[in-house]
C-alpha cells in the first residue's frame, strides 16, 4: 500500500510538471474551454476535424497564428510571457479557449 501511494505521489508530481498542454479542435469547437500552463511551456492544437482550421491570438506578448492546419495535424506553441491569452479559429470564429500561463 506505501509502495502505491509513493508510485502514485510520483506520477501525479510528473504530470504536474508536463512540458505541455494539449487541445484539440473537434466538432467546430476545442476540447478544453481554458487551459493553465507554466511559463515557458507549450500547448499542442491537434485538429482532429474532418476540415481546415486557423487557430491565432493576437494577444500582445503571447501572439501566434497557425494558418492553415490540416485534418490531423498538430502544431505546437510555447508561451514564454506570464498572462491570459484569448485563442480562436479564424474560419469558425464561435471556437474560443483560453491559455492561462504563470510562473
Known sequence: MKLALIALTFLLAEAAWAESAGVTQEARKFSEPEVAIRQ?????FTN???FTHNVFSKTPGMA???RTQKPGASSEVKFENVGEADV????HPQMR?????TR
Do not use: E, H
Request: net charge positive; with cysteine.
Open 64 to 66: 501566434f497564428d497557425l
Open 97 to 101: 479557449m483560453k491559455v492561462k500561463v
Open 48 to 50: 482532429r476535424d474532418p
Open 40 to 44: 515557458g511551456q507549450s500547448v499542442t
Open 88 to 91: 480562436q479559429c479564424a474560419i
